[in-house]
């Protein structure tokens, strides 16, 4: 066999985990964390629970890799932000943190605060995600860091976004978050033009 070259059963195996953790995402963002058992999340991946418990012994596991996957899929997502102008980066960064990824992450922070078998792991991965997120928002408004004040304010475009993410989980308020996200796109073109942006 080739290099690299998976068998079916390995295929399987793999679509099987990937369900299981999708599935485990989609409950932490629907129902938290009280709601999501391993059952639950077996039930929702079209899985039996022997199948999930092979995957993932314990929730702590099955939750942890799930820890992982939501950080995974919201590096990709960042990845894939288009380049453009300041109006839609700042758009498109807002936009990561009302979707369901993001409700994912926070039903995990806020498991990660009672559940100490979640925390370490949740509090690397989100310093990596926040990380990237800087990075790629310093990318996609074309500023030059090393300017006084550059850094601040990029992250607290970051800080802001997060914030509109939260006030989301409670009601749906596009149309106010998309006059935020112009004043903002303002203030930023003010605070960056003498900071190295474009």
């Known amino acids: 066999m080739a290099v690299g070259a998976s068998t079916p ?7 099987t985990r990937r369900r299981l953790l999708e599935a485990a995402v989609a409950c932490l963002a629907e129902t938290g964390w009280a709601g999501s058992t391993v ?11 022997g ?7 314990t929730r702590e596991g099955l939750f942890t890799a799930a820890v ?17 102008d300041r109006a839609s980066a700042v758009a498109a960064l807002v936009g990561l943190y009302t979707g369901p990824l ?11 605060a009672h559940e100490p ?25 074309a500023v030059d860091e090393s300017a006084p004040g550059v850094r601040e304010t990029v992250q607290g475009l970051l800080d802001m976004a997060r914030g509109l993410g939260l006030a989301n989980l409670l009601t749906d308020d596009t149309a106010r ?7 903002w796109t303002g203030l930023l ?3 960056l033009s003498g900071g190295g942006g474009g």
């Open 117 to 141: 078998q979640l925390h370490v792991r949740v509090a690397e991965l989100e310093a990596r995600v926040g990380r990237e997120a800087h990075r790629i928002a310093v990318r996609l408004l």
């Open 68 to 84: 992982e996957y939501v950080a995974e899929q919201r590096s990709t997502a960042l990845r894939a932000l288009p380049g453009g």
């Open 9 to 15: 059963k390995q295929d399987r195996s793999r679509a």
């Open 189 to 191: 073109e003010t605070a």
């Open 39 to 49: 059952a639950a999340v077996a039930e929702r991946a079209g899985v039996s629970r």
């Open 51 to 57: 199948a999930a418990q092979h995957h993932f012994p």
């Open 102 to 112: 993001f409700r994912a992450a926070l039903q995990l922070w806020v498991a990660a």
């Open 177 to 183: 978050r998309e006059r935020v996200v112009r004043q």
